[in-house]
Nanobody
Framework: QLVEFGGGLVQAGGSLRLSCAASVRTFSLYAMAWFRQGPGKEREFVAAISRSGGSTNYADSVKGRFTISRDNAKNTVYLQMNSLKPEDTAVYYC????????????????????WGQGTQVTVSS
């Protein structure tokens, strides 16, 4: 089970940090990612991180502003969001994919086995 925290309302230019806690004993076996779905839009990939935490990739729209990280000891993945824009407004979901690849992030086309319920992020202009 994945549970997201940290969403809320923020002004443009502000920052938020999302957390996703996993209630699994083998969190380190999962590559993790964040996706989002804005109002009237399809779900889109935001960022992904490998099991090791050493490999990440990002959607072009968030590159340089968002940072994904993980703490395997705490079974948690994070998304630090800086310089937020109104177009970042969306429900943000974390996802986990069981994979044998330790050093490679699954990315936007990876197979994700578990999804959280989502947390709302609203950026006002």
């Amino acid at each position: 089970q994945l549970v997201e925290f940290g969403g809320g309302l923020v002004q443009a230019g502000g920052s938020l940090r999302l957390s996703c806690a996993a209630s699994v004993r083998t969190f380190s076996l999962y590559a993790m990612a964040w996706f989002r779905q804005g109002p009237g839009k399809e779900r889109e990939f935001v960022a992904a991180i490998s099991r090791s935490g050493g490999s990440t990739n990002y959607a072009d729209s968030v590159k340089g502003r968002f940072t994904i990280s993980r703490d395997n000891a705490k079974n948690t993945v994070y998304l630090q969001m800086n310089s937020l824009k109104p177009e970042d407004t969306a429900v943000y979901y974390c996802a986990g994919g069981l994979t044998a690849q330790y050093y490679t992030a699954l990315g936007s086309n990876g197979r994700y086995d578990y999804w959280g319920q989502g947390t709302q992020v609203t950026v006002s202009s």
